[in-house]
Structure formats: structure tokens, C-alpha cells
């Protein structure tokens, strides 16, 4: 089985440590800069449980040096998938499956979903449905990250929290493709349930995500800071109250109230979120495929969001003036 890493950074580089040192498939990595140099010349190195180990990888800058793969872990954020899909194009070929795992919603999110909708792009996440063209909706195995991870420095990836990737086909079934998949993830120490309903399970996480990571930007407040004050809190809680009605009207049940999903933010503490770091950091933040495609998705279902409509304008304009929006 072949596996090609696209996107070795904290999660895809977890990823790909984690294959490696199973050596159960032929993986690759593609990288770029120092990242690429440090594991072609001494390994990628991972810190997990307190406890550095290195695994030699096939670590490649050019996907021709590679090939056709069984599976293409993309493991961009969602806003770079479109300016890589050149990149990465002569890594498919006719049964090639891609992994989804990027936050919010994703580009393929209508693929044999039954109902009004089915087939439509999203053109938050893929403007004129480029992507969905360019890789093929069908060969989409969708996923839910929930590892936390860091690149301390280049080719080592240090291992905070978390195991779990949920898979899921678009259209519901256990295929062969997704059962392979899984249990390879799992021989190599990760947690790989398959969900008949991957698309609940987006909207779960997605439902802090399009709140929290906002309201944390704008104000520099820590997840907890966010939950304690009543302020901000009633904030988020409404945000979400507008996501649930427009995930609702799609078919998506909630398996958990909004106030305890709130509650359990706060418990995680003073954690910034990933949109307040990248704001920190310069970096561009994910503000289309968390908070726009949700707008999106309220006037394809004809929700009304006017909490969201008020906060998405502040975060979209703070990260122009910061040069971090991607959009």
C-alpha cells in the first residue's frame, strides 16, 4: 500500500511519523525548505508521550519524484488546497483515495448527500468548484482530526493530545478502501474509527470552531477567559445556536446539548485557539471554511444568522489588516 503525506506539517507530519515507524506501507512525505532538508537528512523525528524517536521517510519536494498512490493524506489547511492541487496532482491516479483533514466545512460536503442539495459546491471553501473538479468528489474519504501537535523545529513534531481521526465515506458505506485505510492508522497506534455519518461528526467540532476561534481572535482570549465571562459567552452560544438550525435543516443531529459543548470548551482551560495563534504568528487564518461557509450554508437553507453575519465582517477585517487572511 502506497501513502503519500501531502502537508507534513504538525498533523500530517504526526501522521506520517507514526506510519513510518508501523513500516506496515510505502510512505512518502512531500515537504518543502528546511522542513524537507532536516528529514531527508536525518529522519523525521517525533516527540510523543515524552519520548523522541526518528523514522527514516521518503521525503520528496516534486510529487513526479513519487507517483501514483493508493492514498493521499491531504493535510493542508483548507485555504491552501486549491493554489497545491498542481502540486499534488501526479501523486492520483484512477483509484487513488484522498483524505480529507481540514477543519470546517469541506469542499466535497454535497457529494451523494440525498436531498435538495446534492451535488452543489460551496464556494467559501471552493470557488467555482475548482477543487471538486480538479481531485474528483469520488475519491474523497472524509476525516475528523483531533490530534493537537506542534513543528518545533524543522523534521521534529512534538505530540501534545490526542489519537483520533474519524473516517468517513461521503456516502455513508464501509468500503473496502476506507476498512484498509483504518486499520493501517490503527496498526500504527492511532485511533481510526469509521463513522456512517461523518458529516455529524464535522458539524460537532465545527460548532465550537466557528465560535470560539472568532471570538478568540478578536479579542485575544483563551478558551476559558471566553467561556467565564458572560459577555462573550452568550456570544458563542447564539453563534452556535444558528450553526445547529442550519446543520438541523441538513439532516445533522446534535448527540449533545450546546451548553454542555460549551461547557467542555471552557473545561479545556487557558488553550488559544488555532485562529488566535495563526493571528499571532502572521500566518493566514481558516475563516472561510469555519465561519463563511456556515454563513453560506444559512442562506442555502434559508437560516437566518444575524450573529454570525456581525462577528464574520470583524474577524474577516482584522486579518486584511494583519495580512493573515487568505481569502
Request: proline share 5%; charged share 20%.
Amino acid at each position: 500500500m502506497k501513502i503519500a503525506i501531502f502537508g507534513a506539517g504538525a498533523i500530517g507530519g504526526y501522521v506520517a511519523a507514526k506510519l513510518a515507524a508501523a513500516g506496515r506501507v510505502d510512505l512518502s512525505v512531500l515537504a518543502r525548505g528546511a522542513h524537507l532538508d532536516a528529514m531527508r537528512g536525518s529522519g523525521l523525528r517525533l516527540i510523543e508521550d515524552g519520548v523522541e524517536k526518528t523514522v527514516p521517510v521518503k521525503a520528496a519536494s516534486d510529487a513526479d519524484e513519487l507517483g501514483t498512490q493508493d492514498y493521499v493524506v491531504l493535510a493542508l489547511k483548507a485555504h491552501s488546497v486549491g493554489p497545491a492541487l498542481s502540486q499534488f496532482a501526479p501523486l492520483i491516479g484512477e483509484n487513488t483515495a484522498v483524505v480529507t483533514m481540514q477543519n470546517g466545512v469541506p469542499w466535497w460536503y454535497f457529494y451523494r448527500l440525498k436531498g435538495p442539495f446534492e451535488g452543489r459546491r460551496i464556494e467559501a471553501v471552493d470557488p467555482g468548484g475548482t477543487i471538486w473538479d480538479a481531485i474528483g468528489s469520488q475519491r474523497v474519504i472524509g476525516s475528523v482530526v483531533y490530534p493537537a501537535a506542534e513543528v518545533d523545529a524543522p523534521g521534529l513534531i512534538r505530540h501534545i493530545d490526542g489519537r483520533r481521526f474519524s473516517l468517513g465515506e461521503p456516502s455513508g458505506e464501509k468500503s473496502e478502501r476506507i476498512t484498509r485505510l483504518a486499520e493501517e492508522f490503527i496498526a500504527a497506534g492511532l485511533q481510526a474509527p469509521v463513522r456512517q455519518d461523518i458529516r455529524s461528526e464535522i458539524w460537532l467540532k465545527l460548532w465550537g470552531n466557528l465560535s470560539f476561534n472568532p471570538i478568540s481572535a478578536l479579542t485575544g482570549s483563551t478558551l476559558a477567559a471566553i467561556v467565564s465571562d458572560e459577555g462573550t459567552r452568550t456570544l458563542a452560544r447564539n453563534m452556535m445556536l444558528e450553526a445547529q438550525t442550519i446543520a438541523e435543516a441538513l439532516g445533522v443531529s446534535f448527540p449533545v446539548p450546546v451548553d454542555q459543548r460549551i461547557k467542555g470548551a471552557g473545561d479545556v482551560g487557558a488553550h488559544k485557539t488555532s485562529m488566535l495563534q495563526d493571528l499571532e504568528r502572521g500566518r493566514p487564518m481558516e475563516i472561510d471554511a469555519l465561519v463563511t461557509a456556515v454563513q453560506e450554508l444559512g442562506r442555502l437553507t434559508g437560516k437566518a444568522t444575524p450573529t454570525i453575519d456581525a462577528v464574520l465582517p470583524l474577524v474577516r477585517r482584522l486579518a486584511i489588516e494583519r495580512g493573515c487572511y487568505p481569502g
